[in-house]
């Protein structure tokens, strides 16, 4: 069964930077195309990154942090990270790290990745 776990966030001032990281165990991670979501109080959960399994990592962002988060994963080490930069207040929100074999269930706004992390807050000060 495959497990994640989140780690790295914090709380930042508006501007500043953090470094989220997610370990994945149980399975294959070359298998699994990952991604970070998010989810602010009392709002939907929304997509922030993913970055395939393999063939040159390619990588998609939404478009409120594309220029500003950076997604990138580690084979030799099974994770995942998310470096946010110029953060905003607007960021604040607990993140999490997903895993699918398919990467339209990543990216598909109807779609749900089959395994999740529990998450980690991220809070943003002005």
């Known amino acids: 069964q495959v497990q994640l776990k989140e780690s790295g966030g914090g709380l930042v001032q508006a501007g500043g930077s953090l470094r989220l990281s997610c370990a994945f165990s149980?399975?294959?991670?070359?298998?699994?195309?990952m991604g970070w979501f998010r989810q602010a109080p009392g709002k939907g959960r929304e997509y922030v990154a993913t970055?395939?399994?393999?063939?040159?990592?390619?990588?998609r962002y939404a478009d409120s942090v594309k220029g500003r988060f950076t997604i990138s994963r580690d084979n030799a080490e099974n994770t995942v990270a998310l470096q946010m930069n110029s953060l905003k207040p607007e960021d604040t929100a607990v993140y999490y790290c997903?895993?699918?074999?398919?990467?339209?269930?990543?990216?598909?706004?109807?779609?749900?990745?089959?395994?999740w992390g529990q998450g980690t807050q991220v809070t943003v000060s002005s």
């Open positions: 970055i395939s399994r393999r063939s040159g990592f390619s990588t």
């Open positions: 997903a895993a699918d074999e398919t990467l339209h269930k990543l990216i598909a706004p109807e779609e749900t990745a089959d395994y």
């Open positions: 149980g399975d294959t991670f070359t298998n699994y195309h």
